[in-house]
């Protein structure tokens, strides 16, 4: 399981979801050991800028019920086939991880933001808040 650098909160978990549920994956059909191979370590880094920009935020719903297609139609497809095979998976493997998605499954999807929520947009906010923090703190001194 793998820990995303950028995501935080809902995004963070969902996050090491799809990273866990890859690693079943490349197991048993690319042969990998604890690592990725190169071709599934793509797919998770397109996951992740996926999770930062999506609209949605912390609200994002699950993939499967989201309305919006974010994802292009060849990542798409390889993403289809890892979670058919690995969601059964996850129960044993991940029961936390697991219950958590199926539960997150049945909520609603909710109203898309208006505003800018996603993770991207309140981490680079963050950053400027923090560039201009210090700005000021030098400035006094
Ligand atoms: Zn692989």
């Known amino acids: 399981m793998q820990v995303s650098e950028l995501?935080?909160?809902?995004?963070?978990?969902?996050?090491?979801?799809?990273?866990?549920?890859m690693e079943i994956y490349c197991k048993k059909y690319h042969g990998s050991g604890s690592n990725l191979c190169q071709?599934?370590?793509e797919l998770l880094a397109y996951a992740e800028t996926k999770l930062d920009r999506c609209p949605?935020?912390?609200?994002?719903?699950?993939c499967n019920?989201?309305?919006?297609?974010?994802?292009?139609?060849?990542?798409?497809?390889r993403m289809r086939l890892i979670m058919r095979y690995s969601g059964p998976r996850m129960l044993l493997k991940h029961p936390i991880?697991?219950?958590r998605h199926l539960r997150h499954e049945k909520r609603e999807v909710p109203e898309?933001?208006?505003?800018?929520?996603?993770?991207?947009?309140?981490?680079?906010?963050l950053a400027k808040q923090g560039a201009e923090n210090?700005?000021?703190?030098?400035?006094?001194e």
């Open 7 to 21: 995501l935080s909160g809902e995004l963070a978990t969902e996050f090491k979801t799809v990273s866990a549920m």
């Open 39 to 41: 071709n599934c370590r």
């Open 56 to 62: 949605y935020g912390q609200k994002k719903p699950t």
């Open 65 to 77: 019920k989201c309305p919006i297609h974010c994802y292009k139609p060849e990542p798409k497809e």
């Open 97 to 99: 991880l697991a219950v």
């Open 112 to 125: 898309q933001p208006k505003v800018n929520v996603s993770n991207r947009h309140t981490r680079l906010e």
């Open 134 to 140: 210090k700005k000021a703190t030098r400035e006094k």
